[in-house]
């Protein structure tokens, strides 16, 4: 097995370097995007927010720091003092963000990773008050994809206050069948309940990318950061590829082997990797990657370079790569894999799924932007 582990490693490697040039080159490509205007369909100006409410995952380091500097953002701006709620174990957010509304904020701020996220916008979902991010968490999904600051705190609250309102649509998912081995058993969920709608504001995937998230060593993500996935990743680099049969809309069902199959919102994910490059968060649709590789390491390698450059918007159609992405969009899509996989929503675990059905609502949520 330790061979094993060498070439899972030198996969990695290859991985790595192909994407430092193409996060040097896409950071170039948005700096540019930023100088010729923003490509969304922003709201007219507007004034900020007077009302402001605080959803807070306690646990993450600096939850008092970020208290302060909140209510020194506020005070400087002459606004009335935030309104700060805490999440817990039982509720991560979905009960806080509702009384904050009942409260009478005209923003909520999700203050977390990207599960006080999710548990923010589903409270807010369908509504006219608007959700801001300040990104504490490891991936911060919709930040990244917001280009919202994700290392600088004072920054992510100017954007809050001082930022421009958008609608951006919202995928949900449901499990419709568990694989008999497992289910996950959730606060106010029993167990193999197949009935929740689980939101989804970047990607869902079931497959190899879930697999890498339920894995995840959680004292190694907060050491390391998102590197952490691809840690948890390696094991799973020579698993069983899925052979799996997918409706898309109203359309007859398609049958595939893959890795991971994968639904989209919007497609940039940490470290710079654009998966869905043609995924916009305000298009009405969701974007769907079919993800192969065959033959071993050097599959892994060609479909790390193929991510890298379609990122970069250069794409190949030739039919016999080892490692391939087949993008397709749709408004609905249901999805069953044999004997079952691991599934994610924005970097949270549901558990394995034999079948699986997603959904946009479009326009749904309203955020807080550049």
């Not at 957010?93 to 009942?102: C, D, K, L, N, Y």
């Not at 990318?209 to 907060?222: E, Q, R, W």
């Not at 020579?238 to 898309?248: G, K, S, V």
């Not at 990657?289 to 379609?310: F, H, I, K, P, S």
């Amino acid at each position: 097995m330790e061979w094993q582990l060498w070439l899972g490693v030198s996969a990695i490697v290859i991985a790595v370097t192909a994407l430092a040039v193409a996060l040097r080159i896409h950071g170039r490509v948005t700096v540019m995007r930023r100088r010729l205007g923003p490509g969304a369909d922003y709201a007219s100006e507007e004034q900020g927010p007077s009302r402001v409410a605080v959803v807070l995952n306690p646990s993450k380091a600096g939850s008092v720091g970020l208290r302060n500097r909140v209510r020194a953002a506020c005070l400087e701006r002459r606004l009335p003092p935030p309104v700060f709620y805490e999440t817990t174990v039982e509720d991560p957010g979905q009960g806080q963000t509702r009384r904050a509304v009942e409260d009478g904020a005209d923003v909520v701020v999700a203050a977390g990773g990207d599960g006080t996220v999710r548990a923010v916008a589903e409270g807010l979902v369908g509504g006219d008050v608007a959700m801001g991010v300040i990104p504490v968490g490891t991936g911060n999904l919709l930040a990244r994809n917001l280009e919202l600051p994700i290392t600088d705190t004072e920054q992510a609250i100017a954007v809050v206050l001082d930022g421009r309102t958008r609608a951006i649509d919202v995928g949900w998912l449901r499990v419709e069948e568990f694989a008999s081995d497992d289910a996950p058993d959730y606060p106010g969920e029993p167990p193999h309940d197949t009935g929740t709608e689980h939101i989804f504001l970047v990607i869902a995937g079931l497959g190899f990318d879930a697999a890498m998230v339920a894995g995840a060593d959680p004292v190694l993500k907060k050491k390391v950061g998102w590197m952490a996935y691809f840690v948890a990743g390696l094991p799973h680099l020579r698993a069983r590829r899925l052979r799996a049969q997918i409706w898309l809309d109203d359309g007859p069902p398609a049958e595939a082997r893959l890795r991971s199959l994968m639904i989209g919102n919007c497609g940039m994910l940490p470290g710079g990797i654009t998966l869905l490059p043609d995924a916009v968060l305000d298009d009405g649709v969701l974007d769907v990657a079919a993800v192969d590789a065959r033959g071993g390491v050097l599959g892994w390698a060609q479909l790390t370079v193929e991510v890298a450059m379609q990122g970069l918007g250069v794409r190949s159609d030739l039919p016999e790569k080892l490692g391939r992405i087949d993008h397709a969009t749709c408004r609905r899509a249901r999805v069953r894999v044999s004997g079952g996989d691991e599934v994610q929503v924005d970097g949270d675990p549901l558990g394995r799924a034999v079948e699986i059905s997603s959904r946009v609502d479009p326009a749904a949520l309203q955020v807080r932007a550049p």
